[in-house]
């Protein structure tokens, strides 16, 4: 994992070490940490969320966007607990890793603190419904907001 680990959460990090969905369905499901590598379905975890305090996906490259659908898949699922992008995670992704429901990143490469909080706020609107709660600003702009 990498150095360097940013949270944006408020809770304590999870320091149980995550075991590889194929471990963790292959018996070792008394585990509070599973990793999900590109390919893997995350659907396989849907039965034990309540179970999972982190949920590490691998991005082995910043060009796999496998893992976002994973992310979604796992936030629509009802998944509160810490969802984790390791790997090849560029500062220009998180925003939209934050959309699809990440909350935690273990980039492999450290990211500088400003440039991360300009690229967080750097959108106001959002064009579409995703994991997060943002309403997106064609409903703003036809007084659809919930």
Excluded at 49 to 66: C, K, M, Y
Excluded at 112 to 141: F, G, I, K, M, N
Aim: a negative charge; aromatic letters at 8%; proline letters at 5%.
């Amino acid at each position: 994992m990498a150095d360097t680990l940013l949270r944006l959460r408020d809770d304590e990090p999870q320091e149980e070490p995550a075991i590889t969905l194929d471990a963790f369905l292959a018996g070792q499901n008394n585990a509070t940490a599973v990793r999900i590598e590109a390919g893997d379905d995350a659907r396989a975890l849907i039965p034990a969320l309540d179970r999972l305090a982190l949920i590490e996906v691998s991005f082995p490259s910043f060009r796999d966007g496998r893992g976002y659908s994973a992310a979604r898949i796992l936030r629509e699922a009802g998944y509160a607990g810490e969802l984790r992008a390791a790997g090849d995670v560029l500062v220009d992704q998180i925003a939209f890793m934050r959309r699809c429901g990440f909350d935690s990143f273990a980039p492999e490469s450290p990211v500088d603190a400003a440039t991360l909080a300009a690229s967080l706020t750097r959108y106001e609107h959002v064009y579409q419904s995703a994991a997060d709660a943002r309403v997106p600003v064609w409903q703003l702009r036809h007084g659809c907001a919930a």
